[in-house]
């Protein structure tokens, strides 16, 4: 007995399995991206922030915690909610997280006598 196999058999599997796995995307897990840290993680901890300013940030272009970083106050106080001191507690936070990040990878301590 011949059982006829199509020649897109392959990308007809890989199409099903991406269809009904809901953590793949773009072909990807989402377990297999390398930074797992999203911008409600990063600035949930800022007095001021919850889901509406998170909301409001994304419909601004601000989705990742990068691009946070890279804005300045002035482009922050553009997003609905956000004002100049908002603005100024997310630029505290931020620059707080990234020295809090290089103390930790300075395990040598080095840092304290030459920073």
Request: negative net charge.
């Amino acid at each position: 007995m011949n059982v006829a196999v199509p020649d897109d058999l392959p990308a007809q599997i890989a199409e099903y399995s991406a269809r009904d796995d809901p953590g793949r995307v773009d072909g990807e897990r989402e377990t297999d991206r390398t930074d797992h840290t999203s911008l409600e993680e990063v600035l949930k901890p800022v007095p001021g922030i919850g889901t509406g300013i998170l909301e409001n940030l994304g419909e601004h272009g601000f989705t990742t915690p990068e691009d946070i970083q890279n804005a300045s106050e002035a482009e922050l106080r553009q997003v609905a909610g956000i004002g100049a001191k908002l603005a100024a507690r997310i630029d505290s936070h931020l620059s707080d997280s990234d020295a809090n990040e290089s103390d930790e990878s300075d395990s040598s301590g080095l840092g304290d006598l030459f920073g």
